[in-house]
């Protein structure tokens, strides 16, 4: 999957859990390096998201 695809997909939904499980990602630290967003930002987004 390209970079902007899964881009697209956090900017929408705000999952970065999803985003990782789509890329294969163990680690998130991994997954929110490759979006390029920082972490804090990226872990408030994925508490917020009810699941």
């Not at 998130?28 to 967003?37: E, K, N």
Request: net charge positive; hydrophobic share 45%; with cysteine.
């Amino acid at each position: 999957m390209c970079r902007t695809k899964v881009a697209q997909i956090y900017r929408k939904t705000g999952n970065l859990r999803a985003v990782q499980l789509l890329l294969g990602h163990t680690k998130m630290d991994s997954t929110v390096r490759y979006l390029g967003v920082e972490l804090e930002d990226a872990l408030a987004i994925a508490e917020a998201v009810e699941l």
